[in-house]
């Protein structure tokens, strides 16, 4: 029981830190990590074998970790898998961003629609969605929105409409695959679910979605942007060509390669046997062995604080399911919901949805995984559809507030950095009812589909 105390007494401060973002997040966990390790494990449970377990380090150096057989493993604690997986994604993602791929990409869209603001606006949000599905949603809005900014001082439209329905799409894109989104790589990488496993269950679900939001943005926003003149009486001379966003030509076309080769790494590894984490190794080693020069800078800019922050958020999470805390919350919504899975699936949904829309939904996927397992092993509903539920949950609730997921915090700052401020009330206007869409969407399609 003292045991169960310190670790939700840790969990808890260590949410509070964390929305308060007093202290930088990597921080946050990292020291709640330690006082995990030294608190439950070592002063209150004495047991240190578990300790090391919780490190997991012994994990990294097994062959199933690099290629899996097929056998199922249990290893809690911090999830290398994982972390190693999303630093590597982000090592060729800057790879990509040095040679000025994503803004070239988004010129040559803008080029090929002649510059119009409605057919940019329908183009971007298919881009926004359709990029998020492999990449972070981070770096998707941070070169669409400073694209969408230009386009709108150069057209004279208003760009804050394109970058909420941005914004709104990469969360939405996100969703669609086991790569898109942090809490999609947690719940692959512990369930053993496959890049295809996604974009068969949730993917499916992310693009019926898409179909009503584009359609949901575009009768919202119409008004504000056939307002403007974009490409009406605009001299096309004075844009910049796409191809002056290539900073590089040779390692444009390297680093276009080594993101295809990582695209089909990830959509075959279910039949080749390669683990998440081999694949990100695997293309953060192309990326860096074909980067010559460039190697430094493109390592300079990958967020090792959110690696770190990862780290810390796993040792945490592995003190509360080594106590028993997260089996408590898995029996008290069985108690709840009894044989109704439906109303799991509801519970699952919108409460995962409603706490992503104002906390991190990193540590709450993480703090969940366990819960979800439990509960399967508990009521006999399928581990499958409450796993969908949450991953729907958590990466499309993330967008109905300005702070719910690094993407709408990103998007936001370009556009008050460029003058156009988006207060809450505008944002949650337009994007809670979008928000709405997707959760009912999403609860009707897992209801009727898997119950």
């Known amino acids: ?255 276009l390669a080594i993101f295809l080769i990582a695209i089909v790494l990830l959509i075959t590894h279910a039949n080749t046997g390669l683990t998440v984490a081999f694949i990100g190794v695997a293309v953060a080693l192309l990326t860096i062995i074909t980067s010559g020069k460039h190697v430094l800078t493109v390592l300079k800019k990958v967020d090792y604080k959110t690696l770190l922050f990862f780290i810390g958020l796993f040792v945490v999470v592995g003190g509360l399911e080594h106590t028993g805390v997260l089996e408590v919350i898995a029996d008290f919504i069985s108690k709840i919901c009894g044989t109704n899975y439906a109303l799991m699936v509801v519970i699952i949904i919108w409460l995962s949805a409603i706490a992503s829309a104002f906390i991190d939904n990193i540590p709450f996927s993480a703090t969940m995984v366990p819960v979800i397992k439990s509960l399967a092993e508990t009521t006999g509903i399928s581990l499958d559809t409450l796993a969908w539920s949450l991953a729907m949950g958590t990466d499309v609730g993330g967008s109905a507030t300005p702070i719910g997921a690094s993407a709408n915090v990103v998007g936001t700052a370009a556009a008050a950095k460029a003058g156009h401020p988006i207060g809450w009330g505008e944002y949650c206007k337009k994007m809670v009812p979008a928000t709405v869409i997707v959760l009912v969407i999403a609860t009707v399609y897992i209801c009727a589909v898997y119950l």
Not at 73 to 84: I, K, N, Y
């Open 1 to 255: 029981m003292i045991a169960q105390i310190a670790a939700i007494t840790i969990f808890v401060v260590m949410f509070i830190l964390i929305i308060t973002e007093k202290i930088e997040k990597h921080y946050v966990t990292l020291g709640s990590g330690l006082l995990t390790l030294i608190v439950v494990f070592g002063i209150c449970l004495k047991d240190f074998g578990a300790m090391w377990d919780i490190v997991n380090l012994k994990s990294i150096v097994t062959a199933e970790f690099w290629r899996t057989t097929g056998a199922e493993s249990e290893s809690g604690g911090v999830d290398w898998a994982t972390v190693l997986f999303l630093g590597g994604m982000m090592v060729m993602v800057e790879g990509m961003a040095r040679v000025g791929f994503f803004r070239w990409l988004c010129m040559r869209i803008a080029k090929l629609v002649k510059y119009k603001t409605i057919p940019i606006f329908l183009a971007f949000m298919t881009m926004s969605f359709i990029l998020a599905m492999f990449i972070d949603s981070i770096t998707v809005i941070l070169f669409l929105a400073s694209v969408t900014i230009e386009l709108a001082r150069l057209l004279k439209f208003n760009p804050v409409p394109m970058i909420l329905a941005e914004v709104f799409c990469a969360n939405l894109g996100g969703s669609a695959t086991m790569c898109g989104d942090p809490p999609n790589i947690i719940i692959g990488s512990n369930l053993h679910y496959s890049f295809m496993d996604f974009v068969t269950n949730t993917g499916v679900i992310a693009l019926i979605s898409f179909v009503f939001i584009v359609a949901y943005f575009y009768f919202v926003m119409r008004k504000q942007l056939s307002t403007s003149t974009g490409g009406e009486a605009t001299d096309f001379s004075k844009l910049p060509s796409p191809e002056s966003a290539i900073t590089d030509k040779v390692g444009f076309f390297v680093n």
